[in-house]
């Protein structure tokens, strides 16, 4: 029998038809469709999935990144299924709207969408700030001193893992205006974790560095400002944005309750009027915000951390 040659996966036509392809296809034909119900102009939604494409070119076929494939399977069978549920009517247009009204409303609502942002990011700024500074602080000074540590440590391990959404209600009942109690909400949801960490990761230090800077005649301040500061810094980076995700999703909450601005306010406006296209857009608006703000942090950390 003729033996049956290997297929190569890095032949042209290989590059060309492959499931990526295959799906962006596929959603561009489902766009051409006639709608079921009425929608806006398409145009938002064919300069996603292009870049989504792009990404998919650039990062698979140039770089040959495989996890880009991946991505861009993901992200165009989620917008293959949508479009084809919308198209054919097997879900239900107020539940889940056409993604073409959903994308259109990131456009024609962008001034609203940056007016909340620019509110969050206020909030975010003056609580996680307050929360980081706060909890590096006083770490350090109670994981550096053996009977604080012992102390307090106790009480943080029980209050430490408490949701920051259990305090909204009553923070957001409890303070004098709205400002002040999602400052307080942002930095409850930042500090216990991190102040927990901080204090483990001073606990935790090669005694022996310790020892040899006393050999050396090194006084305390010096000690903690040029030795354990630095020792500290990569834990906080490498926390930092799984803190923020936390204090944003916290921040959401307390806007839904008692905003008159913000994302938060954002959705909860357009929830309570059933218009979840303009809901469906205010999250995704949400995911996109926190995703830049990661990788913000990820740059700031390859800067700072060498290892």
């Known amino acids: ?21 295959i799906l962006f296809a596929a959603i561009l034909y489902m766009i051409s469709l006639p709608p079921l119900v009425k ?40 917008f293959a299924i949508w479009e084809y549920s919308s198209k054919t009517g097997k879900a239900h247009s107020l539940l889940m709207p056409p993604m073409e009204n959903v994308l259109y409303v990131l456009y024609s609502h962008r001034g609203e969408l940056l007016k909340g942002l620019v509110s969050s990011l206020e909030l975010m700024l003056w609580g996680v700030t307050i929360a980081l500074a706060s909890s590096v602080v006083f770490g350090i000074l109670v994981g550096w001193f053996t009977r604080p540590r012992e102390a307090i440590m106790p009480i943080v391990r029980v209050i430490s893992p408490i949701p920051a959404l259990a305090y909204t209600t009553y923070v957001v009942g409890c303070m004098p205006s709205f400002k002040s109690s999602s400052i307080v909400v942002i930095f409850l949801s930042v ?27 090194v006084g305390s301040i010096t000690m903690i400002k040029d030795i354990v500061y630095p020792y500290v810094l990569p834990t906080v980076l490498r926390y930092l ?29 357009y929830a309570e009027y059933a218009n979840y296209t303009n809901v469906l857009a205010g999250i995704i608006f949400m995911g996109l915000v926190v995703t830049m703000l990661s990788s913000l942090v990820k740059l700031v950390q390859k800067k700072f951390i060498k290892w």
């Open 1 to 21: 029998m003729p033996r049956m040659e290997k297929l190569n996966l890095q032949s042209p036509i290989f590059k060309v038809v492959n499931i990526p392809n």
């Open 241 to 269: 944005p799984s803190s923020l995700s936390t204090a944003f999703m916290c921040l959401t909450g307390a806007e839904m309750i008692g905003a008159s601005s913000g994302l938060g306010f954002f959705i909860r406006k």
């Open 191 to 217: 500090f216990w974790p991190l102040f927990s960490q901080v204090i483990r990761t001073v606990g935790t230090m090669d005694r022996r560095i310790i020892e040899s800077a006393k050999v050396m005649n």
């Open 39 to 78: 929608t806006k102009p398409p145009a938002m939604l064919i300069i996603v999935i292009c870049l989504i494409e792009l990404y998919f070119i650039i990062g698979h076929l140039v770089q040959h990144k495989r996890s880009c494939h991946d991505i861009s399977c993901i992200l165009f069978a989620f």
